[in-house]
């Protein structure tokens, strides 16, 4: 019997990723500490032909994420039913991408009719429903209905739940979701007479709202609500106020608001703020007044990519790549072949030639092996005929764990094991304490690190209390709550198979929304015999 062991350096990741447009050339200085240990430094060069190329990118990103909950099976099937959509735009996608693409969407669609609750809502685990994400699910079915079967009276419950919750006014709850709510309403080609009147009343509510509303990510919704069911004039009116609140910053120019329905806040709400903002705008971006606040927003995006091919959240990502595809239709790819070269500490190290043409899948090139010093510079070069091209190098190395800097100011994080010297079969507990630092609420996933071999008592994460789901994997387990200020604390057993002298994994909880708020435990070792 022959199996393969992943060994991990004994120390910290640091990764850091960095992103510029182009036309002629860019360059990057990839930096490494002094006591980084040296054959961990390692770095990725990506360059992106056009801005299809971030949701071919995004299909694999989005399925290294979690997809535990109802919100993430969504949205990490999402770029399947984007790449679909996309042939039938521009008709160069490859036949294998696509029937990969179907295959992905119909897991998907199967995936989340387990979400589905008895009202007929939408909801995170099957019980309670949720509005905003019952309004997501109705844009989902819409667009996957065109390339894969979807059962009619599933969208139909879902529609006549989120009827039954309109409040008098006209809205659902507060402005944000219902400008969300009325954007998936208005997909239905039904033209059914109560759907008709409940977006009559959302919109009149909204509009309403337009004049003393400041929240952009609310605008943004209304704007992209009125523009779909035909009034342009306030769609441009919001616009324009949109584009006097615009804000800069070195990476660009953003919008924000302080909070989302699906609940991001600080940079992630940023992203997708910006990413609303911009789909809002483009209608009108051919005009003067705005063109700059476009491009500076489009720069913004682009330079908040992660080093997996995300922005932040599943919900983000989902916004960002709507966005990107309705930009690319604006812009006109210029070359099919644009040759551009890489330089690595002053030498030619690649040749690439970059198909501006259509969903084209990234140029990746490890130029680890091309680093030299402590200090590295990486230029790329082209003729400066290329349009909205994109580069993004992913660095990263390991240190010691005395040398990281593990203090959170989002979350306390214990993890403590009852022995970590055992027999085997000898029964271990671990107890997990975590407690919020700011006033955030939302998802929470914490990746608790057990040894190699270990076998968990299920039954003891079934006994722990307020958990909404788990996940057991091969080196770590992982478990979803909703926080507040609350502390969470539970705690779980398990036994070794055989005898081991190594580390657990790295433990580590963070806000699901807002992966940058995180708190991280150094592992651990453990003997057993």
Request: overall charge neutral; charged content about 25%.
């Amino acid at each position: 019997i022959e199996k393969s062991v992943t060994v991990r350096p004994n120390g910290f990741e640091n990764v850091e990723s960095q992103s510029q447009m182009f036309s002629e050339s860019a360059v990057f200085k990839v930096k490494f500490p002094e006591k980084s240990f040296p054959n961990s430094r390692q770095a990725t060069l990506k360059v992106y032909p056009n801005l299809l190329s971030h949701v071919a990118e995004s299909v694999t990103g989005l399925l290294k994420r979690p997809y535990g909950c109802g919100e993430q099976t969504l949205s990490s099937t999402y770029p399947n039913l984007l790449i679909l959509k996309l042939n039938g735009k521009f008709k160069n996608v490859d036949e294998a991408v696509l029937k990969t693409a179907r295959s992905y969407l119909q897991e998907g669609y199967k995936r989340m009719l387990n979400y589905q609750t008895k009202e007929g809502a939408y909801s995170y685990w099957g019980n309670d429903p949720n509005l905003p994400l019952t309004a997501y699910a109705l844009r989902f079915l819409h667009d996957a209905k065109d390339y894969i079967e979807v059962d009619e009276r599933v969208t139909e419950r879902m529609q006549e739940w989120l009827l039954s919750e309109q409040d008098k006014n006209g809205s659902w709850q507060n402005e944000a979701i219902t400008a969300y709510v009325v954007r998936a309403l208005s997909l239905d080609e039904t033209k059914d007479r109560d759907i008709q009147t409940a977006l009559r009343k959302g919109l009149e509510f909204l509009k309403a709202s337009t004049e003393k509303s400041k929240d952009e990510y609310v605008l943004a919704n209304i704007a992209l609500a009125a523009y779909k069911n035909g009034d342009k004039a306030t769609a441009k009116t919001i616009a324009e106020k949109l584009v006097k609140t615009v804000q800069t910053s070195p990476e660009g120019k953003f919008w924000n608001t302080a909070n989302t329905p699906f609940h991001a806040w600080g940079k992630a709400a940023s992203v997708e703020t910006t990413a609303l903002v911009l789909q809002a705008i483009l209608p009108f971006s051919n005009e003067v007044e705005f063109d700059n606040a476009y491009a500076g927003g489009l720069a913004f995006i682009v330079k908040n990519k992660d080093g997996y091919g995300v922005w932040y959240s599943t919900q983000t990502t989902v916004n960002v790549l709507d966005m990107l595809i309705s930009a690319q239709e604006r812009a006109k790819a210029k070359n099919i072949n644009e040759k551009t070269v890489i330089f690595v500490n002053g030498k030619k190290v690649q040749e690439v030639l970059l198909n501006e043409s259509g969903l084209t899948n990234p140029t990746v090139l490890d130029i680890s092996k091309f680093l030299t010093a402590l200090e590295n510079t990486v230029e790329i070069k082209g003729t400066g005929n290329s349009s909205l091209t994109m580069s993004q190098i992913v660095s990263a190395h390991f240190s010691e764990w005395k040398d990281a800097k593990l203090d959170s100011q989002y979350f306390q994080m214990k993890v403590d094991f009852d022995k970590t010297q055992a027999k085997i079969g000898e029964e271990i507990t671990c107890n997990v304490g975590i407690e919020r630092k700011n006033n955030a609420n939302g998802m929470v996933l914490a990746e608790i690190g057990i040894p190699p071999g270990s076998d968990v008592d299920r039954s003891s994460l079934e006994k722990a209390k307020g958990l909404s789901s788990y996940d057991i994997l091969p080196d770590k387990i992982v478990v979803y709550f909703w926080s507040g200020k609350e502390k969470k604390s539970f705690s779980f057993k398990f036994k070794s198979r055989y005898g081991i002298n190594a580390l657990n994994a790295t433990s580590m909880v963070y806000d699901y929304y807002n992966p940058e708020a995180q708190a991280i435990v150094a592992p651990i070792k453990f003997e057993v015999k």
